[in-house]
């Protein structure tokens, strides 16, 4: 798809001047050239053009707010002036896989001065002696070079200053779900410590039918501990408790 058509689909009917992030990848740029894209884009804070075989950088329009542009995996090899000239504000590029083959050609580059990350993996200027400490010299405003910083600490994996997500967090209210998830662990917590309670409650219960039994079953230890005759005596004494009667009747007939 060429580069003009694919920029209709990405405004989807909106204003250019709606847009902040667009995203070209793998369309076909009008002899080596950006298509399309104007000024009008003056909101534009992320252009990506990633392996659209750019030859050239030249008609970039002049995007003020643009703050990270992705140019990987195309066939640029100079005429980095441009960035300075159009992209003033920008922060984060990526030549990664571009015909760019000496330190020299970076130079331009100097200009940006709010230039933060610059990445060339697969140029062949990565492949000169010295090349790190030669770029940190030359662009003394970078932190990271093809995403690690001097002391060769990787970047992290997002920019919240560059992504806009310091704003979007308040927006969104992702503090305040954070707030609602620790209140569900309160709940479940509250729960956790009543399931508790009633197990208790459960065993206290239990224990108490166990004495019961307990106690029932040493009385009738006791019985079997005593001798056969005083276990007999017993037994005969309880007989004549339960029948008074027949004791009476006994005295009668003797009589």
Do not use: W
Not at 50 to 55: E, M
Not at 58 to 64: A, D, R
Not at 112 to 117: E, I, Q
């Amino acid at each position: 798809m060429e580069m003009k058509k694919r920029l209709n689909l990405e405004l989807r009917n909106k204003k250019p001047a709606e847009v902040k992030e667009l995203v070209l990848d793998n369309c076909r740029s009008d002899d080596g050239k950006i298509g399309g894209l104007s000024s009008d884009f003056e909101n534009l804070e992320f252009l990506s053009m990633i392996n659209v075989n750019l030859l050239s950088v030249s008609n970039l329009p002049k995007l003020n707010k643009l703050r990270k542009l992705e140019l990987s995996d195309n066939r640029i090899s100079g005429g980095l002036e441009v960035l300075a000239e159009k992209t003033p504000n920008l922060t984060h590029l990526n030549l990664s896989g571009n015909k760019i083959k000496d330190i020299n050609t970076l130079e331009p580059l100097k200009k940006l001065s709010h230039l933060r990350s610059l990445d060339l993996f697969n140029c062949e200027v990565t492949t000169l002696i010295s090349y790190r400490d030669s770029i940190f010299t030359l662009l003394p405003q970078l932190t990271y070079l093809d995403g690690f910083d001097t002391n060769d600490k990787e970047a992290p994996d997002s920019d919240p200053e560059v992504d806009g997500l310091e704003d979007e967090y308040d927006e969104n209210g992702e503090g305040e779900e954070e707030d609602e998830e620790d209140e569900e662990e309160l709940d479940e917590d509250a729960v956790d410590d009543e399931e508790d309670e009633e197990d208790l409650d459960g065993e206290e219960e239990e224990d108490g039918v166990d004495d019961e039994e307990e106690e029932e079953g040493e009385d009738e230890d006791d019985d079997e501990d005593l001798p056969q005759g005083e276990k007999r005596k017993r037994e005969i004494e309880d007989e004549g408790e339960d029948d008074p009667d027949e004791d009476d009747d006994d005295d009668e007939e003797d009589d």
